[in-house]
């Protein structure tokens, strides 16, 4: 059959071979391009329907809970406030359930009512829930505090409250996150503490600063407004409740969370001219805790754990006013080791190697130091300002007293412990109290309890423990001095510090008795010290040479 209408008995279609071969349309690599736009547009096309399906995933979601928020604030939690107004004998649960829809729906409306009911209710929540033997019940009153007092925080420092009052909520923090005669559980402030912390307490602190505390224009350590105390109390409470807390994790955490999202940046006149004056002078404050657990969490000798800015140094120089000659020797060498590191990484003058990036010998650049010091603080930048504040706190008789005590006292160990009496000794070698023993570990009865093994290992522990104190604080204190010449050209009469420590004979001579002591490890004798190695124009490892560097260069 010929025509349209012609079957040859194949019902079923079957796919077109070309007999003679590949096609002579199209190349291969025209072919290999075709294949992989292909692929490319069937990718595009899937990863276009991906995306969305998150968007109206999340679209969805958003509409749900602006719904069930809707919901909850115009319905639930209204009939949770008559309940509570209705029942007086209820209102416990009901608040607790309250607090909870509040701080689920973000509900900045109601707020203000929770606070005050909060504060209203604090005999029985303070005393009869938070004090409960119950563990659950005191585990869920301190989850809504630890809730409530975030949603507070964020409340007052604008980004949910809008232009609502913020008395309420500043009520309640002072009833219920600070260490008081109805607040003495440290516990709990532990826990709200711990949940404030890492969600960026500091930080908000630090905006409610620089928005609620009206503009300073000299230093002050009184607050200028209420509200303004209020705020700084909202600063001081976490480290108040810490203070003796025994969880070194925790108080860290809390001390560098504080240096890092407050002290660290640029200081607004705020935060430099009342909150640093008034850390400096509350009694409650200890800055020594924070010197040591600041210096232990450095990775090494150039690291704190936290950036080392202009601000920071200054902070810590103006806080150490008027307590570093209560400072313990393992408290000043953690004091002069975190100084040593914010020197050396802060201020580098703009004639100095550091900032032009080359070597020790170009000078050439240099301008004249005095002129640059009375330069109008408008052609600065601000970090340069923080700068010189820092001289002026290097350059202070306090700050330099302070460390010449530091030195005398530390060479003064070391001349008693020369000068102090051996034990006496027999013809055999031996300590006479062995010879004789008794009680009284004399043939004549008299006592030689001072002579004793156990007494002179502990003061041998108690003086080697004590020179390397004195060791490190002498590195320290040459590093800091170091990083001054090299900074300013004529240092040495700019700085008093310098000056004042040149003068000093007994560490001169401690000096350079660390300097020949100073070695370098042998693997087939006595360790080698570095002056010979550099006397011999051999080469040194960066670590050494930062080492034995500052030691020489300085006082020798």
């Known amino acids: 059959m010929d025509g349209k209408g012609h079957f040859e008995g194949q019902y079923r279609t079957r796919p077109t071979v070309s007999i003679r071969g590949a096609t002579k349309h199209e190349t291969t690599q025209q072919l290999i391009q075709r294949a992989h736009q292909e692929r490319a547009n069937r990718e595009a096309k899937r990863l276009e329907v991906q995306s969305a399906v998150k968007i109206q995933a999340l679209v969805r979601g958003f509409l749900v809970r602006r719904r069930v928020y809707r919901h909850l604030r115009e319905n639930e939690i209204p009939e949770l406030k008559k309940k509570y107004d209705a029942n007086p004998q209820q209102q ?5 359930e309250i607090c909870r829809l509040v701080v689920f729906s973000s509900d900045v409306t109601s707020v203000t009512w929770v606070c005050q009911a909060m504060v209203k209710q604090r005999e029985s929540i303070l005393t009869q829930h938070l004090a409960s033997s ?7 009153w301190t989850v809504i505090l630890c809730k409530l007092g975030l949603f507070c925080v964020q409340f007052i420092a604008g980004d949910k409250g809008g232009g609502a009052s913020i008395a ?3 009520r309640f923090f002072e009833t219920y996150c600070a260490k008081s005669k109805s ?3 440290t516990t709990v402030l532990a826990k709200i503490y711990s949940h404030l912390i890492p969600r960026g307490y500091f930080g ?11 503009p300073i224009i000299e230093e002050c350590s009184r607050p200028p407004t209420p509200l303004a105390e209020q705020i700084f109390y909202m600063v001081l409470n976490p480290l108040v409740a810490v203070a003796h807390s ?3 994790r925790f108080k860290r955490e809390i001390f560098l969370s504080l240096l890092k999202e407050i002290f660290c940046e640029d200081l607004s006149e705020q935060i430099k001219l009342f909150i640093l004056p008034c850390l400096a002078k509350a009694p409650e404050f200890k800055f020594s805790s924070l010197v040591v657990l600041l210096d232990e969490s450095g990775g090494g000798s150039s690291d704190l754990g936290i950036p080392g800015t202009p601000a920071l140094l200054y902070s810590i120089l103006y806080m150490s006013r008027g307590r570093l000659s209560s400072m313990d020797r393992q408290q000043e060498a953690a004091f002069l080791s975190v100084i040593s590191i914010l020197v050396r990484s802060t201020i580098v003058h703009r004639g100095s190697p550091d900032h032009q990036g080359g070597d020790y010998g170009q000078h050439d650049d240099y301008e004249d130091e005095d002129e640059e010091m009375d330069v109008d603080h408008q052609h600065y930048p601000h970090h340069q300002i923080l700068i010189n504040d820092c001289i002026r706190c290097l350059n202070s008789q306090e700050f330099i007293d302070c460390m010449v005590q530091i030195i005398k006292d530390d060479v003064d160990i070391q001349k008693i412990h020369q000068a102090k009496p051996a034990a006496p000794v027999s013809s055999f070698g031996q300590p006479t109290s062995a010879l004789f023993g008794g009680s009284g570990g004399s043939a ?12 002179v290992t502990s003061a041998e522990n108690d003086y080697n423990q004590a020179n390397n104190l004195n060791i490190q604080n002498i590195r320290n204190l040459s590093k800091i001095c170091h990083q001054l010449i090299l900074s300013f050209r004529e240092g040495i009469l700019q700085f008093a510090l310098l000056k004042t420590l040149a003068m000093r004979g007994r560490l001169l001579r401690k000096l350079w008795q660390i300097i020949c002591t100073t070695s370098q490890p042998s693997l087939f004798g006595n360790p080698t010290p570095l002056i010979s190695i550099l006397s011999r124009g051999l080469r040194i490892s960066t670590q050494e040479r930062d080492e034995i560097a500052p030691l020489l260069t300085v006082f020798c």
Not at 134 to 140: D, G, L, M, R, Y
Not at 204 to 214: A, F
Request: one cysteine or more.
């Open 168 to 170: 309420p909520c500043l």
């Open 134 to 140: 119950n563990a659950t019940v005191k585990s869920s």
């Open 92 to 96: 416990i649960s009901a608040l607790q």
């Open 204 to 214: 908000l602190l630090r905006q409610i600063i620089n928005t609620r505390v009206p």
């Open 444 to 455: 004549f009865g008299g006592s030689t309890s001072s002579f004793s093994p156990a007494s």
């Open 183 to 185: 607040m003495e559980d």
């Open 246 to 248: 025994k969880d070194t």
